[in-house]
């Protein structure tokens, strides 16, 4: 699904289609070859992609443009996830290593080895501090991602092929015809699963239903939905994701949406820094000034002494009160370069070494 219900992209076989909710195709992107994997980042209307022949795209549907391109040299991408806080992509590869990456670099921002097998899934908490991975060697791994550091692990009787987190911090994992949901996985895992639950077939996907405490499982011979109590967010803020708004209230979100869209320069590991000041020294703003201007505006201007009202007003006095005036900036001077020195650490003069033939017991009170 795209920003709204109404648009979905599919990845088909060759190449990437977007379609409406009646079924009409809208547009085929026949630039985006052999697509595996999608992710939507909403508040920058990016669809990235992830190809069979490795290469990771990014594309902005609001004007349809390809924003970046990006080889990741780790061949086929058939495991990626987002960072819902900070719209970081996670590829998992056949190596075992996990990479972070942002359109604006050609390079992983992060590259952190999470298995000795391949990695097989994927998934990013709400708050985007916590990662889990799953791979071939059967375990389930928590990572922490402010310090990229392994915090809990599992041992799965099969390795888990899909991993999804609940608003309320659940974590489903699908283990071929298992299913399985870990609650407070996060802070004290238990070694037995909260909710288990036997499928049909061998699960294909897995996704918690925004809201609600559902699971939604798709397998072989079609759609399973699982009641997880505590899995849905019982309060949802109507400004940001409204579930029972009506058309005029969804048309007018996505022109607001559309208005406010993130430009996908901003997108980095810390967001924390886009709201920090560049502090620059007075100084050095001062400096600058003076060499755009070519003159210090602020630099004081010779004094002249002022007129006084006739009968008070002299030569004499009028050269008194300039000659009062030099001597006190001239004062001034003279304490600022004195304080200067006493702030500068003193240098002790290195004295001279006497030979031993002439040293003498009055060395002693030599300065």
């Known amino acids: 699904w795209l920003h709204t219900e109404t648009m979905f992209a599919v990845a088909q076989r060759q190449w990437l289609y977007v379609y409406d909710n009646q079924g009409v195709e809208l547009n085929c992107l026949k630039r985006f070859h052999r697509v595996q994997r999608m992710e939507f980042l909403p508040y920058h209307f990016l669809l990235a992609t992830a190809s069979e022949t490795g290469f990771l795209q990014y594309l902005d549907v609001s004007v349809g443009k390809e924003v970046a391109t990006i080889c990741t040299k780790g061949g086929r991408l058939g495991v990626m996830t987002q960072n819902p806080s900070n719209a970081i992509v996670h590829l998992g590869h056949s190596n075992g290593t996990?990479?972070?990456?942002?359109?604006?670099?050609?390079?992983?921002?992060?590259?952190?080895?999470?298995?000795?097998?391949?990695?097989?899934?994927?998934?990013?908490?709400?708050?985007?501090?916590?990662?889990?991975?799953?791979?071939?060697?059967?375990?389930?791994?928590?990572?922490?991602?402010?310090?990229?550091?392994?915090?809990?692990?599992?041992?799965?009787?099969?390795?888990?092929?899909?991993?999804?987190?609940?608003?309320?911090?659940?974590?489903?994992?699908?283990?071929?015809?298992v299913v399985q949901v870990y609650k407070d996985i996060v802070v004290c895992p238990s070694p037995k699963p909260y909710l288990c639950h036997a499928l049909p077939r061998p699960a294909h996907g897995l996704r918690f239903c925004p809201f609600e405490d559902v699971l939604g499982v798709g397998h072989e011979e079609g759609f399973a939905s699982l009641l997880v109590p505590g899995a849905?967010?019982?309060?949802?803020?109507?400004?940001?994701?409204?579930?029972?708004?009506?058309?005029?209230?969804?048309?007018?979100?996505?022109?607001?949406?559309?208005?406010?869209?993130?430009?996908?320069?901003?997108?980095?590991?810390?967001?924390?820094?886009?709201?920090?000041v560049d502090a620059v020294s007075l100084e050095q703003q001062h400096q600058e000034r003076v060499a755009r201007l070519g003159y210090d505006p602020q630099a004081k201007g010779k004094f002249s002494p002022r007129r006084r009202r006739k009968g008070r007003d002299s030569t004499g006095s009028r050269l008194k009160r300039k000659q009062k005036v030099a001597a006190e900036e001239q004062r001034a001077a003279i304490r600022k370069s004195l304080a200067k020195?006493?702030?500068?650490?003193?240098?002790?003069?290195?004295?001279?070494?006497?030979?031993?033939?002439?040293?003498?017991?009055?060395?002693?009170?030599?300065?």
């Open 98 to 177: 996990v990479t972070l990456w942002s359109p604006n670099i050609k390079e992983p921002l992060v590259r952190m080895l999470c298995h000795r097998g391949a990695v097989r899934a994927l998934a990013v908490d709400r708050s985007g501090t916590y990662m889990a991975t799953s791979g071939l060697d059967r375990k389930l791994h928590i990572y922490d991602l402010r310090a990229y550091r392994r915090l809990h692990s599992l041992l799965l009787p099969t390795g888990a092929g899909h991993l999804d987190f609940s608003q309320r911090g659940l974590l489903g994992a699908a283990c071929q015809e």
């Open 341 to 367: 020195k006493d702030q500068a650490p003193r240098r002790e003069a290195p004295r001279e070494a006497v030979p031993a033939a002439q040293q003498s017991a009055l060395d002693r009170f030599r300065k």
């Open 232 to 276: 849905g967010e019982p309060n949802f803020d109507a400004l940001e994701s409204n579930p029972f708004r009506s058309r005029k209230q969804r048309q007018e979100w996505e022109v607001k949406a559309l208005l406010e869209k993130i430009p996908p320069e901003l997108i980095s590991l810390d967001p924390g820094q886009l709201g920090n």
